[in-house]
């Protein structure tokens, strides 16, 4: 048998930088006149001025316009605008616009400049870190996408003065979801510091993001494509994208993560994958934040068929991640779909 190799590892460096400060965003994207940018409905109307001039898409920002018909039209607004290879879309919004528009720069011409300007607590500390695209498709939550890149993060903590108590909330979860997997001071240092981070002071909101942004680096750094130490990332992600779904997306991805993650770990609890400390002081971190922890299922035969359509299953089960201990994660695969039912039925 001959083989021959196709080495395609390192040939295209992909390394970018993750900026972190407050008000400079202006000054920033005065630096990108010639590229397109994609703006969420939201930022529009409160930084509608950061646009003037600009060639923007306004998109709606919600799980449901998070839609390959939503790709469809950055795509045209790509075409229409002449838009070539070397062009760059400005994503400046929160998970859903960075999602989407980091998928349709993967696609457009087989992949252009995109660049991430998140607004949200939760697409700063995760998902405008680390390429992963995509949107939702049919009844499943981003299961259609592409590891794309972007060329640079900017992470303005002045956004957050505008966010909402809710989408603060929203991204908290994510946070937390940090400290639990992969540093025990970290957590603890949330919850001595609940008064602070409520009042958002600036100053321990801009070391929490970077201390989120700084693991999700690491993990990113050594498992681009989600082979290995990237998985543990998804804790609370299956049960919370099932939750999202469930719920027609009135609950919010954060929400579902943080009751995602309480019951995951009950489940292991029960499996014998964690440890009774973990779901305790779980279940306290999520309380002084006021997560809920428990969802009720609206419909059983839904909820159980999103849960196996998950991205990480495979055909021989699901593959959920647990907080063994507080600072320390695994993962398991080849879960039974129906134990999980024992377990919330
Ligand atoms: N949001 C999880 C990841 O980027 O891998």
């Known amino acids: ?22 008000g400079f965003i202006e000054d920033t994207l005065s630096h990108y006149e010639d590229a397109f940018f994609l703006a969420d409905s939201t930022v529009y109307a409160f930084y509608g001025e950061l646009f003037q ?17 939503s790709v469809i039209s950055v795509l045209e607004f790509l075409h229409d605008g002449g838009c070539r290879r070397d062009g760059t879309l400005v994503a400046v919004g929160g998970g859903i616009t960075g999602d989407l528009g980091g ?5 457009y011409m087989r992949g252009i400049n995109y ?28 299961n259609i996408g592409a590891f794309h890149q972007p060329k640079a993060v900017y992470i303005d903590t002045d956004f957050l003065k505008t966010l909402d108590d809710d989408e603060f909330l929203n991204g908290m979860a994510e946070v937390v979801k940090y400290g639990a997997i992969f540093d025990a001071d970290f957590f603890d240092m949330l919850l001595e510091k609940k008064a602070e981070v409520i009042a958002r002071n600036q100053d321990v909101l801009l070391e929490i993001i970077t201390e989120c942004c ?25 049960f919370g994208h099932a939750i999202e779904t469930d719920s027609g ?9 943080a009751t995602g993650m309480y019951l995951e770990n009950m489940f292991g609890l029960k499996e014998g994958y ?34 196996s359509a998950d991205k990480k299953a495979d055909k ?30």
């Open 316 to 345: 021989k089960g699901l593959t959920v991640v647990f907080a063994s201990e507080i600072g320390k994660a695994e993962w398991v695969s080849g879960i039974k779909a129906d134990l999980v039912k024992d377990f919330y039925c």
């Open 249 to 257: 997306f009135a609950v919010k991805h954060g929400f579902g993560v």
């Open 1 to 22: 048998m001959r083989k021959i190799h196709v080495d395609l590892e390192k040939q295209v460096d992909e390394s970018y930088d993750i900026n972190l400060s407050s």
């Open 53 to 69: 001039g600009r060639r923007t898409f306004v998109l709606e920002a919600s799980e449901k316009a998070k839609s390959i018909e």
């Open 103 to 107: 998928f349709a720069a993967s696609l």
């Open 115 to 142: 660049v991430q300007v998140p607004t949200t607590l939760l697409s700063m500390v995760d998902s405008s870190v680390g390429g992963k695209t995509g949107v939702n498709f049919l009844t499943s939550k981003n």
């Open 214 to 238: 700084r693991m999700k680096a690491e993990v990113v750094k050594e498992d681009e494509k989600e082979q290995g130490v990237r998985k543990l990332l998804n804790f609370g992600h299956t």
């Open 274 to 307: 964690c440890s009774e400390d973990s779901v305790k002081r779980l279940s306290e971190i999520l309380d002084a934040y006021g997560f809920d922890k428990e969802y009720k299922i609206k419909d059983k035969d839904a909820f159980f068929a999103a849960l």
